[in-house]
């Protein structure tokens, strides 16, 4: 272990003291200890530092921004601030943590297969009250992967390769960087559960916690990738169509959003893009309408239904 390169894990956070706590601590747990914690920090009070200093561990290096940024830049600056001796990036949302052996099987892949940028080893994702979906594998075909959260990547590719976070969008900046790497370069799954995502579901009453971005940055996104995706086949042009529909609903600009939707239907026609037309359709319902709080309902029913089950059958057996 002690000839296993440095590996530096960056975390961009902002006003989360509730979260940031137990994301350190699983990086600090880790069986692979030649690392350090980049932690930047946008908050605008002190909670977080005093989090952050209460750990005392030199493998963390902190440092708070006077002025905000965003997460892309939180992400890049990160990177720049870290040790000049590491080889390797890791990234956490301020809100997850990782399994003890992340960074261990993570780098182990990396140094037997020289021929990767990366890799994204699978994700737990765990919604609040304890409900849990199976593993996924975060890396698929290039033109639907974000690539952020959870990423091992070897540091020369911002450094040499100079492929870096675009500081010009606020949000979205994983799926962008993944698009650019997956271009170019292999990034590849570990079949086995090292992280956890955590979801905190919207509930009623509230509005889409992704902020929505303006008309010009979703215009820049399509001038960007529209000739990429249009190289790639009709499906992945859709899911592409798509994607732009929700962005310009979510902006306020519902016949924009709908003309998308339109064009992913017509291009290659699959229910879902048919019913995004409808529900935005009625602007205040869909507003409020958000996939991950219906998935949440819909497994809270299924456990109370279970736990319901197992303590009548419990009863009946004594």
């Given at each position: 272990m002690n000839n296993m390169p440095k590996v530096s894990v960056v975390v961009s956070t902002y006003n989360r003291p509730k979260f940031i706590g137990v994301a350190i601590k699983s990086v600090l747990s880790q069986t692979y200890q030649n690392f350090e914690l980049v932690i930047i920090d946008d908050s605008p009070n002190e909670e977080?530092?005093?989090i952050v200093k209460a750990f005392g561990n030199p493998q963390i290096k902190y440092i708070r921004n006077k002025i905000r940024t965003n997460l892309p830049s939180g992400?890049?600056?990160?990177?720049?601030?870290?040790?000049?001796d590491s080889k390797y990036i890791a990234f956490l949302d301020d809100d997850n943590e990782l399994l003890p052996l992340f960074l261990e099987k993570s780098i182990q892949v990396l140094e037997e297969k020289k021929e990767l940028t990366g890799v994204i080893p699978e994700v737990r994702h765990?919604?609040?009250d304890g409900i849990k979906i199976g593993r996924s594998i975060e890396v698929k075909k290039c033109w639907n992967t974000g690539m952020g959260n959870g990423a091992v990547l070897r540091k020369k590719l911002f450094t040499k390769e100079n492929i870096w976070f675009d500081e010009k969008l606020r949000s979205y900046e994983d799926w962008?960087?993944?698009?650019?790497?997956?271009?170019?370069?292999?990034?590849?799954?570990?079949?086995k559960i090292l992280q956890i995502y955590h979801h905190h579901p919207?509930?009623?009453g509230s509005t889409l916690s992704t902020a929505p971005l303006s008309a010009d940055t979703i215009n820049y996104l399509f001038q960007k990738?529209?000739?990429?995706?249009?190289l790639l086949g009709k499906?992945?042009?859709?899911?592409?169509?798509?994607?732009?529909?929700?962005l310009y609903c979510r902006n306020g600009n519902i016949k924009n959003g709908k003309c998308f939707f339109s064009k992913s239907f017509l291009n290659y026609p699959r229910l879902i893009y048919a019913l995004y037309y409808i529900l935005w359709s009625f602007p205040k319902f869909a507003q409020r309408f958000y996939f991950e709080n219906l998935l949440y309902k819909i497994l809270k029913i299924k456990n109370k239904f279970y736990r319901k089950l197992i303590n009548h059958?419990?009863?009946?057996?004594?």
């Amino acid at each position: 272990m002690n000839n296993m390169p440095k590996v530096s894990v960056v975390v961009s956070t902002y006003n989360r003291p509730k979260f940031i706590g137990v994301a350190i601590k699983s990086v600090l747990s880790q069986t692979y200890q030649n690392f350090e914690l980049v932690i930047i920090d946008d908050s605008p009070n002190e909670e977080t530092e005093k989090i952050v200093k209460a750990f005392g561990n030199p493998q963390i290096k902190y440092i708070r921004n006077k002025i905000r940024t965003n997460l892309p830049s939180g992400r890049n600056q990160g990177v720049r601030e870290s040790s000049p001796d590491s080889k390797y990036i890791a990234f956490l949302d301020d809100d997850n943590e990782l399994l003890p052996l992340f960074l261990e099987k993570s780098i182990q892949v990396l140094e037997e297969k020289k021929e990767l940028t990366g890799v994204i080893p699978e994700v737990r994702h765990l919604f609040d009250d304890g409900i849990k979906i199976g593993r996924s594998i975060e890396v698929k075909k290039c033109w639907n992967t974000g690539m952020g959260n959870g990423a091992v990547l070897r540091k020369k590719l911002f450094t040499k390769e100079n492929i870096w976070f675009d500081e010009k969008l606020r949000s979205y900046e994983d799926w962008d960087f993944g698009i650019r790497v997956l271009k170019k370069y292999r990034v590849e799954s570990i079949p086995k559960i090292l992280q956890i995502y955590h979801h905190h579901p919207v509930f009623k009453g509230s509005t889409l916690s992704t902020a929505p971005l303006s008309a010009d940055t979703i215009n820049y996104l399509f001038q960007k990738h529209i000739s990429y995706y249009s190289l790639l086949g009709k499906k992945p042009l859709s899911v592409f169509y798509h994607w732009l529909g929700i962005l310009y609903c979510r902006n306020g600009n519902i016949k924009n959003g709908k003309c998308f939707f339109s064009k992913s239907f017509l291009n290659y026609p699959r229910l879902i893009y048919a019913l995004y037309y409808i529900l935005w359709s009625f602007p205040k319902f869909a507003q409020r309408f958000y996939f991950e709080n219906l998935l949440y309902k819909i497994l809270k029913i299924k456990n109370k239904f279970y736990r319901k089950l197992i303590n009548h059958f419990k009863i009946s057996s004594v």
